[in-house]
C-alpha cells in the first residue's frame, strides 16, 4: 500500500459524499472534512491541513472553478469528479485527472495518485 494522505471531499450529495469517505477509509487515506458548498469548500481551502481534494465540479448549481483555481494557486493538487451533464473543465484544468460517477475504489485510486504525481 502507498502512502496515506490527507483528503478534502467536495461533494453535496452526502450519500455519495459517505461512500466516498469509506472508499478512502478503506484505501488508509484520513478524510479531512466533507464541504457541501462552494463557500464550505472555500474556507476549507483558507483552512489547508489536507494533501489533496476530490473536487465534484457541481455544488447546488455553482461550479467549482473558484475553488479548484484557489487550490491551484496554492500548489494544493486535486482530482475533479463529474456526474456527467456538465460542461467540460476550463482550459486550465484540461490536465487534472478527472473521475466519473459512479465512484469506485477502482477509479479513484490511480486518480488520487495521478493529481499527487503531478503536484
Known sequence: MG????????????????????????LGHTVKGICESVGEA?????????DLAILDVNLKGENIWPVASEMRARGIPFVIASGGHVDPPPAEFNNVPMIDKPYTIDRVTPAIDEALANA
Open 3 to 26: 502512502k496515506t494522505h490527507t483528503i478534502l471531499i467536495v461533494e453535496d450529495e452526502p450519500l455519495i459524499a459517505m461512500m466516498l469517505e469509506d472508499f478512502l477509509d478503506s
Open 42 to 50: 472555500r474556507i476549507a481551502v483558507e483552512e489547508g491541513g489536507f
